[in-house]
Each structure stands twice: as C-alpha cells, then as structure tokens.
C-alpha cells in the first residue's frame, strides 16, 4: 500500500494541476500504517508537494497540507531540517495559515531532538520568520511559535542565538505591532525566564522584564491587570521571587493594593494582584508574607463583604489557597472572630450564589478543612470543628442539601467537603448522629455520573481508612465501607431474577 502511494506521489509530481490525484493520495494516505511509511522514507520525494502550495489554489492547498501532515510525520526531524529548510522558511511566510501551522508542527518535532535543534539554530532566516509568527493575527500560528522558540531557549546556544543576535531587534520590532502581540511577546519572556536563573539573566539584560514590570506598575489599568498575570507566572519560580523582591516589585504591587480605595478603576487590576500575593504566600511562607504586608490580608477580608461576584470569587479562591497549608491555616485563625464571621458569609453565598460561585466557595472550604492524620493536632482538630460550625447553623445538613440539587459540579463539590473533614473524629460523630447520612453515604444510587461516582468513592475512602471510623461508626457500617471500597466505585448490584413458568 505504501509503495502505491509512492506511485501517486510520483504521478503528483509530474502534473500540473493534479487534484484527482491528490484527493486519491489523501484517502490512501488514511489506510497506509507510518510504519509502512517510515520503510520508504528515502523515497519520499515531499518538493513537488511544497511547490504545489505555492499555488493560490484553496482546495489543492488544504489536500497539500494533510498529505504533508502525513507523510513528515515518517521523516525523521533531523532529515526535515537539512533536507526541508528552503520549503520550511517558505512555510513561515505562507499567506494561508493551515501552512503555517503545519511548519510550525514540524519546527516543533525539530526543537525537541537534540541532533535536529542545531540545525534550526544555525539558520538566521528561519529563526526570524518563527518570531516572525508571534505578530500574526491567528493565535494558534503565535502560540505555536511562542512554544518553538521558549523551547529553543532551554539550551546555551538557543539563549545566545535568541538574546546576542539580530533577532532581539526582530522581536522588539514584533513588539510594535499592537497590544496584544506586545503581550504575547511578554509571555515568551517570562516562559524564558522561569526555567533558570541564567535564563531569567538574558531575559533581564535583554531589557524586556524590565519593560513588562514598568507596564505592571503604570498608570493604565487594563495593562496593570495583564501584566500581573504574567508576573504572577514568573513569581512561581524561587528566582523568579527572589528577582521581584530585589527589584522592589512585590512592595510596589502591596502599595498599589493600598492605594486601590481612592482609584475608581481598581476593579480591573485589584483580582489579579491579590491573586498574586495568595500565590506568593502558598509558595514561600504564608507568616511571613502576611505578616510584611497586611494589606493582602485586609484586603481579601474586605473583598468578601464585596456587592461584586468577581470581587467574592477571588476573595474566597485566595482564602482557600491560604488555608491549604497548616501555616496558612493558624494566621487565619489569628484574627479569630473575623475570620468567624468571614466564613459564615462563605456559608451564604455556598447556599445562595451562583452555581459558579457556590462550587468556588464549596472548594475553598475543602482546601481550609483538610488535615492530613499526622497534622491532627487537638489546637488543630478544635480549630477545623469551630470553623465548620461558624458556617451555618446546621453546615452538615447545608452541603447535603447542596450535594441533593441536580448539578453534578455542585454534587461533587459538596462531596468533596465531606471528604475533607471524613478522617476527623469530630466529623465523624457529626455524620453518625445526623440522620440518614450514613445511609446516603453508601446509597450507590444517588450518583448517575462517573465524576459524581468517583467523589462518593474517594469519601468513603477517606472514611473507610481512618483509624477511629470503626469506633464511632460502629463495626456493622465499618463493615459496609469496607465492602463498598472493594466492591469499586462503578459497583452495580446484580438484579436477581426468578423463572415463571409458562412466561414468554
């Protein structure tokens, strides 16, 4: 079959306008195992099917481009990059961008072989071109090629070939095109910069960051709130968090945040640089960072008492990233009623608000609630069981309610605040003197989905597994977990039947 397209390939080849053919090398194409192709690779002969793009011809483009699609994929990247580079260049600068996209598809097997990459490296034109790409209205031709060069970046070579050439010009030049390829740009750089402090070195000496933090810090609002994503991005990273704060960034963002009151637009940036610190206080000391800047803290309080959802989302996300961690956990329970009553509004809003925001609080609860069996100190265990009951007057009978309305994405979130306090004694006997919950805890049929199936197994897990379920629940319904847990969470009970004689 291979050989039979060869055939067609060379037939292809021959003609001048050859759809016929072309269609009939596609459906071939369909049923031809790579394997198959990869045998023949020294016979592929793949300029005539590039030449054939250079025509304006839509349909014979579209047939080029899945036959090449195909028939590249047998060649191995090394041969592609010395054998193809003319036709690969062409590619870049091709007006129609399924082109595009299938050059950049095969620039990205090329950036990810080692022999392969070195020939990319070695081409100028080609380099430029890919840069090239960032500034062209389909995202897709930009994102791929934002991917091909971040790539080509994690070596030596590729850091000299992107930051001591001519090609810096060339993607400052990009730059210039609009906001937005100014931002992809951006992106790129922080991509750069996260992977090494050296990385982040080109990146700095290139001017670029340095670019992107006075945009984060200016006097346009819609900038400020873009830009903080990006930075956010590059604070992930240890020397990324440790060039912010020797540059003063982190302390600029904190007197943004302070100065927001008097700013009638800090709507659009406030989500973002909140985020930011919710971010840095989970990654390095979530004391440490609350204690340097209080107005994070102030300011995600005051963000829940917010008219605006958006506002609340946020607020209630970055709660739920504070109290991931023991030492999250104990600066919250610092501020003692405050916080009491902060999470009796999230109680509220898990009844009332909008689906989106009921299941963004109901996740925030699971993150404060956990504790691993070795952090379950009695301060600790107290701490979980006050603040569950702050929520509500009856908290365990609100998220069956919430786990009983027909969303699976609200069933499976309230199920996940069950299995967030079900290996804690407190919750335990909560559960068992509840009416009916144990029951509804093994019934099988409540769940019709399988996210909503594997939730209801990962609680009775959490139950099954812990050390004093057997005590409190009792030895009968330890049993019963147990039996559940092995059975599996898709376990369907057999229906037995009985013969009727002289039924059809």
């Given at each position: ?43 592929l002969r793949l300029g005539p099917l590039f030449s054939l793009l250079n025509e304006n011809h839509r349909e014979q ?46 620039v990205g097997r090329i950036v990810e072989n080692s022999d392969a990459v070195t020939e990319i490296l070695n081409n ?380 059809e």
């Amino acid at each position: 079959m291979a050989a039979q397209a060869l055939a067609l390939l060379r037939e292809v080849s021959r003609l001048e306008a050859p759809l016929e053919e072309l269609r009939a090398l596609q459906s071939l194409l369909q049923s031809v195992p790579l394997s198959e192709l990869r045998e023949q690779a020294a016979e592929l002969r793949l300029g005539p099917l590039f030449s054939l793009l250079n025509e304006n011809h839509r349909e014979q483009t579209t047939l080029c481009v899945s036959i090449l699609e195909r028939l590249l994929q047998a060649l191995e990247p090394v041969h592609v990059a010395r054998n193809l580079r003319v036709d690969l260049q062409r590619g870049l600068t091709h007006p129609n961008d399924s082109v595009k996209i299938l050059t950049l598809s095969q620039v990205g097997r090329i950036v990810e072989n080692s022999d392969a990459v070195t020939e990319i490296l070695n081409n100028a034109e080609l380099l430029k071109q890919i840069v090239y790409c960032i500034g062209g209205e389909n995202l897709s031709v930009a994102k791929t090629a934002i991917k091909s060069l971040s790539r080509i970046s994690l070596t030596q070579a590729g850091l000299e070939a992107l930051f001591e050439s001519n090609l810096l010009d060339d993607l400052k030049s990009v730059m210039k095109t609009n906001d937005v390829v100014r931002y992809r740009v951006y992106e790129l750089i922080v991509e750069i910069s996260s992977v090494s402090p050296e990385s982040l070195n080109y990146c700095t000496t290139s001017g670029l960051v340095t670019q992107l933090l006075r945009e984060l810090t200016g006097e346009d609002v819609l900038v400020r709130a873009t830009c903080i994503e990006m930075v956010t991005s590059l604070a992930y990273t240890h020397h990324g968090r440790q060039y912010l704060a020797q540059e003063g960034v982190i302390d600029q963002i904190s007197n943004i945040i302070v100065g927001a009151d008097a700013d009638p637009f800090s709507s659009f940036y406030l989500p973002g640089f909140v985020k930011f610190f919710g971010n840095l206080a989970i990654m390095d000391s979530p004391q440490q960072i609350c204690e340097r800047y209080p107005i994070f803290v102030e300011k995600v309080f005051e963000m829940t008492e917010s008219q605006d959802p958006t506002m609340i989302g946020i607020a209630v996300d970055t709660i739920g990233i504070l109290g991931s961690n023991v030492e999250g956990k104990q600066v919250l329970q610092k501020t003692g009623t405050r916080f009491e009553r902060l999470l009796m509004r999230i109680g509220y809003q898990a009844k009332n608000a909008s689906t989106e925001l009921k299941i963004r609080c109901l996740d925030a609860l699971s993150s404060l609630f956990y504790l691993l069996p070795e952090q379950q100190t009695d301060d600790l265990l107290r701490m979980t069981e006050s603040w569950f009951s702050s929520l509500s007057r009856d908290p365990l009978e609100l998220f069956r309610g919430i786990s009983n309305q027909p969303f699976p994405e609200l069933h499976c979130a309230a199920l996940k605040v069950f299995t967030a306090i079900a290996n804690q004694p407190w919750a335990q006997k909560l559960m068992f003197n509840s009416p009916g919950f144990v029951e509804y805890v093994m019934d099988r049929s409540v769940e019709h989905d399988k996210a909503s199936k594997d939730a209801k197994y990962e609680l009775v897990k959490a139950l099954a597994n812990s050390k004093t379920i057997a005590e409190i629940f009792g030895n009968p319904n330890y049993l019963r977990l147990r039996t559940y847990l092995s059975e599996g969470p898709y376990y369907v009970k057999p229906i037995s039947t009985t013969a009727v004689e002289g039924a059809e």
